[in-house]
């Protein structure tokens, strides 16, 4: 049985909660706090985990030879202790801030406990000697992408794909000894993969000493959650994957455009898809009194958090719609900001319909606090902007038409093997079918005198002083023409397209007074 089996099985559980009245934003949420019950006994079983880290009474064989109302009153006797950390009696059954965070105000909504009942024995009957194979962490993870898919639960309007966090670490390499951080955590999907990366590459932290691991254990990791609930799938994640953290766990609940993100510590690296839009945004970043521009877009003021949080030296890889990159006023004084304080020297224009938002224009930012030379310049530290058009001319990605490792590998080649983007690199990278694709005819004047076959490249340099100039610090920049658009220079006049859409709307009225009078002879 492979994950993607046992995911299924999971994900058809839903059936069983939805027939107890259970709303479908609600299902991973009642189905995790069995499973991760579920789950720390079976890592405990095979012995991936040392020390059991539920108390005695609230584990997984304490409620799986049950029925009845017996068996619903002792799981909800179980929620509680393991949130209150004591009995019904008020004796102390455990003192595990982690544990108490997981099951924070946790309680299930079952009613029936046939209901209970059922998905237990369907959890006991899964082949779990397969998925410990994999990983029971990366079984968990796929669980949560499962539901960022079903656009009905609304949990994953902006799930970042998998494949790109991956190649995002990848560009980064983080190493052992570092801090890293995700100011909006999500589910912890960055902070596993990095912390996975890093497992790799040292044969599962077992070429560490014992101070060294006990840092990737416990400090290592830090991120930040505004949803309770969000912030408990992703405390339960980082546990299945190993990853502890302080007393708080790895990800801390709170705002990061406030006082919880105020007091982190700075970071070696920041990996983060902050949330789209504004709403509450200008409060939040208005608690920030070490935030210069204020603002209410929430990426803007996300992104000052991230680019000032950065240690000298530190990397930053950050998922960005669109207007971060064009918007004027305060947008364009955070940009000129960024590309002062840090080396922005990539830029990854992303492929839409990649979130399960569809239509959503985004961008990946790689920079790095400091200049090449000088990791403690805060001026001009930016030179170059190199700019990799992964969105022209691609496929309508969807469940249909996933977006894979594949699509990723070409800009990760250009990307080079330094982390901070110091690769030596050259213009010119022909991917999917780049040199068909038209170019915008400004550009091409613009570029006279160079390599005809460059302007069709998909990875294209951009000096400062051209982004100042040219862009007015705009960092909005294409050169590829989609196949679908319109080349506003080849349209008529406006005057001849305003009669033809009047003559066009003309007829249309004109047949529809014809159908009318049709529809009323014919009543008659």
């Not at 709403?279 to 935030?291: F, H, I, P, V, Y």
Request: hydrophobic share 35%.
């Amino acid at each position: 049985m492979t994950n993607n089996d046992i995911v299924q099985k999971l994900w058809n559980l839903c059936d069983v909660l939805r027939d107890d009245g259970i709303n479908y934003s609600d299902y991973v949420t009642e189905l995790v706090l069995l499973l991760f019950i579920k789950m720390v006994h079976e890592n405990t079983e095979a012995g991936t985990l040392k020390k059991h880290p539920l108390p005695e009474g609230c584990r997984w064989t304490d409620i799986n030879e049950k029925s009845g109302i017996n068996l619903l009153d002792d799981y909800k006797r179980i929620l509680l202790s393991l949130s209150s950390g004591k009995d019904a009696l008020g004796n102390f059954v455990h003192e595990d801030p982690l544990i108490s965070a997981i099951y924070a105000d946790a309680q299930t909504r079952l009613r029936e406990p046939r209901h209970l009942e059922q998905m237990i024995k369907t959890l006991d009957q899964i082949d779990w000697f397969s998925a410990q194979k994999d990983g029971l962490g990366d079984l968990y993870e796929g669980l949560l992408e499962r539901n960022a898919s079903e656009t009905k639960s609304g949990a994953g309007q902006y799930f970042t794909p998998r494949s790109l966090i991956n190649s995002m670490v990848r560009c980064l390499k983080p190493q052992t000894g570092d801090v890293i951080q995700d100011p909006a955590a999500g589910t912890a999907g960055f902070l596993v993969a990095a912390d996975q990366y890093m497992r790799e590459q040292t044969d599962d932290y077992f070429d560490l000493n014992s101070k060294e691991a006990a840092f990737q254990k416990n400090n290592a990791f830090v991120g930040v959650e505004l949803v309770p609930n969000t912030r408990r799938l992703a405390l339960m994640n980082c546990l299945l994957h190993g990853m502890e953290g302080d007393d708080e766990g790895v990800v801390h609940l709170g705002n990061a455009l406030g006082e919880a993100g105020k007091s982190l510590k700075q970071a070696d690296i920041i990996l983060a898809n902050p949330p789209f839009g504004t709403s509450k945004g200008g409060e939040a970043s208005n608690t920030r009194d070490d935030l210069t521009f204020k603002t209410s877009n929430k990426q803007l003021a996300f992104l000052q958090h991230i680019y000032r949080n950065l240690k000298p030296g530190g990397r930053a890889a950050v998922v960005l719609p669109d207007n971060v990159l064009f918007e004027a006023g305060v947008g364009t004084d955070v940009r000129r900001d960024l590309m002062d304080k840090c080396n922005l020297h990539t830029i990854l224009r992303l492929p839409t319909g990649i979130f399960y938002a569809q239509g959503v224009k985004t961008n990946v930012l790689f920079f790095t606090k400091g200049s090449p030379s000088d990791k403690h310049q805060e001026e001009k530290c930016t030179e170059n902007v190199w700019v990799y058009d992964l969105r022209t001319n691609m496929p309508s990605f969807g469940k249909r038409t996933p977006f894979g490792d594949s699509h990723l590998v070409p800009f990760e080649t250009v990307y080079g093997d330094n982390a901070d983007g110091t690769s030596p690199r050259s213009e010119g990278e022909y991917s999917f079918g780049s040199e068909e694709i038209e170019v915008e005819k400004d550009d091409i004047e613009e570029n006279q005198g160079i390599d005809d076959r460059l302007v069709h490249s998909r990875w294209r340099c951009f000096t400062r002083e051209w982004i100042a100039d040219t862009k007015g610090d705009s960092l909005d920049i294409s050169w590829l023409k989609d196949k679908d658009s319109i080349d506003a220079a080849d349209l008529p006049e406006p005057s001849v397209l305003a009669n033809q859409a009047k003559d066009e709307l003309e007829a249309a009225l004109s047949e529809l007074d014809s159908l009318l009078k049709a529809l009323e002879g014919g009543s008659k």
